[in-house]
């Protein structure tokens, strides 16, 4: 079984977070002035939102969402950032833009979290500094996905 299908409630759950905080970022935009028109194939454009879910999907850095579950309300959190270092279950991550920080968090990722470093199944200890990262937390499984930053090529 791929490894998407088998945490496919767990990102569904993520990519839920994200929404929420899309609506929230909504709302809040709400009274916000912006222009409506309509293009040559008669679809409505709205100027000042260019992206959307997706814009702010890539731009979230921490969310909690709470559901409810035939066992009652559960939390789902996730926070996306720079891992500043690993010591032992301890991940500590800066969470914001290369620009500005929101905050720094050390979070205590469980023994039995599934880890995938740029891609590949993985432990927490393969983790290094300088890593992107995105943790989800749910209240049975923890998932850590780890990437390294590309780097551009030379150029001579």
Same mark, same amino acid.
């Given at each position: 079984?791929?490894?998407?299908?088998?945490?496919? %409630?767990?990102?569904? +759950?993520?990519?839920?977070? +994200?929404?929420?905080? @899309?609506?929230?970022?909504?709302? /809040?935009?709400? *009274? @916000?002035? =912006?222009? =409506?028109?309509? &293009? /040559?194939?008669?679809?409505?454009?709205?100027? *000042? %939102?260019? $992206?959307?879910?997706?814009? +702010?999907? !890539?731009?979230?850095?921490?969310?909690?969402?709470?559901?409810?579950?035939?066992?009652?309300?559960? =939390?789902?959190?996730?926070? %996306? $950032?720079?891992?500043?270092?690993?010591?032992?279950?301890?991940?500590?991550?800066?969470?914001?833009?290369?620009?500005?920080?929101?905050?720094?968090? =050390?979070?205590?990722?469980?023994? &039995?979290?599934? +880890?995938?470093?740029?891609?590949?199944?993985?432990?927490?200890?393969?983790? &290094?500094? *300088?890593?992107?990262? !995105?943790?989800?937390? /749910?209240?049975?499984?923890? !998932?850590?996905?780890?990437?390294? /930053?590309?780097?551009?090529?030379?150029?001579?």
């Amino acid at each position: 079984m791929s490894h998407i299908l088998k945490h496919s %409630r767990l990102l569904l +759950v993520a990519v839920c977070c +994200v929404a929420v905080g @899309a609506g929230a970022s909504v709302i /809040a935009g709400a *009274g @916000a002035a =912006t222009s =409506t028109k309509t &293009n /040559a194939t008669g679809h409505r454009s709205h100027n *000042g %939102r260019k $992206g959307g879910l997706r814009r +702010v999907a !890539l731009h979230a850095v921490h969310g909690d969402v709470v559901m409810h579950t035939k066992a009652g309300f559960r =939390t789902v959190t996730f926070d %996306r $950032g720079v891992v500043d270092s690993v010591a032992g279950q301890r991940l500590k991550i800066t969470e914001g833009t290369p620009k500005a920080t929101y905050k720094t968090v =050390t979070l205590a990722i469980p023994a &039995n979290a599934v +880890v995938r470093d740029d891609k590949q199944k993985s432990s927490l200890s393969s983790v &290094n500094a *300088g890593q992107r990262v !995105l943790v989800v937390t /749910a209240p049975n499984r923890t !998932l850590v996905i780890a990437r390294t /930053a590309r780097t551009p090529p030379a150029t001579h």
